[in-house]
């Protein structure tokens, strides 16, 4: 680094899921939000989520992972994110099996080649006070929460899970496209219902092994992959028994392919793609220390 205001990055992304890594490790550095959203609005560095490494915190582990969004917020998890930055250190290091620490948990990782990186995304949590809701449900395969009229909504019923951080499914026949999500979206993220806000997503099941997935992502907004999402759909698609336990999730960007084990872990698997090596000078005041 030439200064605490001029920061280097690596422009990648995960199935179009633009993702911007730094590297702070061997520094005392720790992003603001609103420098956070500095980089976001800056011609280069422009991103869906940001990959912030420190040093690691637990043995074993390759780094500390803090994850912005684009508002400057931080996020527990981001899978098109961990396979970036899993598929930069397998370069650095030659591993192929490497850890990350997010505030989501311990995340292990597997890197075959830049097209197929497996990310161990943890448990999902079902209750509602562990996603969380702002109210109990007893089922959260199904809430009580629609859009539109009462008698004919437009989305309703949506399952709800956390997978390092919070997500609401909707349930479409149709294409997810031929929905306003962009609309719905940020009413349905602040809702109420989600006192740390939501995801959303819409769902199309195609056939037992295979959806198709839209999603409104929590602090950053329409997005072409997110991977959290994908692997929220994908379990619970499989708790309503729609589909089995490994699908293809499509997302604009892509394919990705989820399997929900019988130990109760999600491994997503899926691309990346790395795009170019720049800088950023942030204004302001330098960032924290940690």
Not at 13 to 23: F, H, Q, S, T
Not at 32 to 45: F, K, L, M, V
Not at 192 to 211: D, K, M
Not at 244 to 255: D, E, L, N, Q
């Amino acid at each position: 680094m030439n200064g605490a205001s001029d920061l280097p990055f690596v422009r990648m992304n995960g199935l179009g899921n633009e993702i911007v890594v730094m590297d702070f490790r061997g520094t005392t550095k720790v992003l603001r939000g609103e420098e956070a959203c500095q980089i976001a609005e800056a011609p280069r560095s422009g991103f869906d989520q940001l990959m912030a490494l420190h040093d690691p915190r637990t043995p074993g582990t390759s780094a500390f992972v803090r994850i912005y969004n684009t508002d400057g917020s931080e996020s527990s998890a981001c899978g098109n994110g961990t396979r970036c930055i899993a598929w930069l250190e397998a370069q650095k290091t030659g591993r192929s099996a490497l850890q990350f620490e997010t505030k989501a948990g311990i995340l292990q990782t597997s890197v075959a080649d830049i097209g197929h990186i497996t990310v161990d995304m943890g448990e999902p949590h079902f209750a509602w006070n562990e996603i969380p809701l702002s109210e109990p449900f007893h089922d959260t395969r199904g809430i009580e929460l629609q859009i539109g009229p009462i008698d004919a909504p437009i989305l309703h019923s949506p399952s709800v899970v956390n997978v390092g951080n919070p997500h609401a499914i909707f349930w479409v026949d149709d294409s997810p496209e031929n929905y306003d999500l962009g609309r719905f979206g940020p009413m349905l993220e602040h809702h109420p219902l989600f006192p740390e806000r939501a995801n959303i997503s819409l769902a199309q099941v195609l056939s037992p092994e295979a959806i198709r997935v839209r999603t409104w992502e929590r602090g950053a907004g329409l997005t072409r992959a997110c991977g959290t999402a994908a692997c929220a759909t994908a379990v619970s698609a499989a708790r309503k028994r729609m589909t089995g336990r490994k699908v293809t999730v499509h997302v604009p960007g892509g394919p990705l392919i989820i399997e929900w084990t019988p130990g109760n872990r999600i491994l997503k698997t899926g691309p990346v793609e790395v795009e170019y090596e720049d800088r950023v000078s942030l204004s302001g005041h330098p960032a924290a220390a940690l």
